[in-house]
């Protein structure tokens, strides 16, 4: 069981290119989301989803874009990637039928805009 | 909107000891879940253990265990017997048991614990 599975691992971009990060989970669960994780900040929730076709956003959804046309996808888009984009991502999946179970994380993808 | 505060930015304590990392959150609903999670250098978000509003009792988990105090919103980690391998960054979050609100999690900033021998 793989879990929570995001690619790549590492990812260096220049200024204003752009980059979709990719998540997969094969739990089934309906809810999936990504935070970014910055120091000194903990992890902030960017966008998240409830179901396949819908998507809201989070604390900080600025500069990303989401679609979820599957239940086990979830790419987190950069359209024009900044250097205040540098960050850890990490995608996160839970049982919506289940209120109290946990998210499960993924491994994190760890980007560099310069 | 809640906040999760970690006031200890680092920690450090000997193996074989024990030592409690702080957490205190601001809400207004009477109904929530409060969670820690381990970061260690992989990376990897671990969750160590979890606590129900609704539920008197701490949460233990093994060496884990939580001093969870409703009514001052504090919801501290206690960790005994420390061993190496718990060295890592911990991170106090929060969640709303109210429907709608899509399993939102809030973050602490995070305590770095060292262990050391």
């Known amino acids: 069981n793989a879990g929570v599975t995001q690619t790549p691992k590492f990812q260096v971009l220049k200024t204003g290119q752009s980059m979709t990060l990719q998540c997969a989970q094969d739990?089934?669960?309906?809810?999936m989301s990504w935070y970014r994780q910055d120091p000194g900040m903990g992890l902030r929730l960017i966008h998240y989803s409830v179901g396949a076709g819908i998507t809201d956003q989070g604390e900080v959804p600025n500069g990303y874009n989401v679609s979820r046309s599957t239940t086990e996808d979830f790419p987190l888009r950069l359209l024009s990637a900044a250097p205040s984009q540098t960050s850890v991502y990490f995608c996160?999946?839970?049982?919506?039928?289940?209120?109290?179970?946990?998210?499960?994380f993924g491994n994190g993808t760890r980007l560099t805009v310069t | 909107a809640q906040t999760v505060t970690q006031s200890q930015p680092e920690m450090s304590v000997q193996e074989a000891e024990t030592v409690t990392l702080s957490c205190t959150y601001d809400t207004s609903e009477s109904d929530y879940y409060l969670f820690w999670y381990k970061q260690p250098p992989s990376r990897q978000m671990i969750l160590v253990i979890r606590?129900?509003?609704?539920?008197?009792q701490n949460a233990t988990e093994n060496r884990f265990s939580v001093n969870f105090q409703k009514a001052a919103k504090s919801f501290s980690l206690k960790i005994s017997d420390s061993q190496l391998g718990d060295a890592a960054m911990y991170f106090c979050?929060?969640?709303?048991?109210?429907?709608?609100?899509?399993?939102?999690?809030?973050f602490g900033t995070g305590t770095r614990l060292q262990v050391t021998l």
């Open positions: 739990m089934n669960h309906e809810y």
């Open positions: 979050a929060y969640r709303s048991a109210r429907t709608g609100t899509a399993s939102k999690l809030t």
């Open positions: 606590q129900e509003a609704y539920k008197q």
């Open positions: 996160a999946s839970k049982n919506g039928g289940q209120f109290n179970s946990p998210l499960h």
